[in-house]
């Protein structure tokens, strides 16, 4: 299990199990006994329950405890999945954090409906803390359906623009077009998306959406059943205005 979260950028794991009573085993113990039982209390830990902890940036642990917690799922307890489990997950952060870039960017895209009370209360001390009025539906652990409430004001688009630190000439040159629409009014719009072949895997019992999409292609991209991508004739070339060169 160390090999997975390292490979996925946490820097090793932390672990404890109640044996009964006071008797507490795990990593590290000789210094964290104390910090384990408060845990194990907090978290109302019964005798025998295991809890794997990680540290690091909130992204990173999120994504690698997630993974270890869906393999020991699959490897150890595949015996419990029965039935349906459907919910919903809402109040996804508007924003995320670009270390590369140095500003925030759009967790989703930049057109979600931000939460509006958020955006008053925290647009000049934590945008971090914005929520996006947008949503999935999942399903037994996997995501078969996303969608978001769109922004439809102008003044609000161009909030959100800010937030991006986005300069006003690069808005104009790629946005132009949307600002100057919502000058003449836009209904609140919004919508959601169905994966139909992750639902339809996950109705048929199968870990993957290959073993239901008619024609699934590989990892490079090309399609075993018909053989694309194949040769582009010259006269086809042609009539798109294209020129092929070969690679060197």
Known sequence: FEDI??????????WFTLNGGDDIRGSAIKYLKREYSMTASHLEMNTN???????????????????????VGDT????????????????????EWNEDEQRYVAQHHP??????????????????????QSYDIVIN???????????????LQKRVFRLLDLEDKDVENKFGFLLEAFKYGAPPHGGIAV??????????????IRDVIAFPKTSS????LTGAPCE??????????????DSK
Request: glycine share 10%; hydrophobic share 40%; charged share 30%.
């Open 141 to 155: 652990g996997f995501e078969v359906a996303s969608g978001s409430i769109r922004i439809h004001d102008r003044d």
């Open 232 to 245: 582009v004739e010259k006269d086809q070339l042609a009539e798109l205005g294209l020129k092929r060169e």
């Open 5 to 14: 979260v390292k490979s996925m950028g946490l820097k090793g794991l932390l």
């Open 195 to 208: 994966g139909l072949d992750r639902l339809i895997a996950i109705m048929c019992r199968t870990p993957s």
């Open 221 to 224: 991209g090309s399609c075993p």
């Open 49 to 71: 329950d295991v809890c794997v902890l990680g540290a690091g940036k909130r992204e990173v642990v999120n994504r690698a405890l997630g993974e270890l917690r869906r393999i």
């Open 76 to 95: 150890y307890f595949s015996d419990l999945k029965t039935g349906f489990d459907i919910f919903w997950v809402l109040d996804f952060p508007l924003l």
């Open 111 to 132: 057109f979600t409906m931000p939460n509006i009370q958020d955006l008053e209360e925290y647009e000049a001390k934590d945008p971090s803390k914005i929520r996006a």
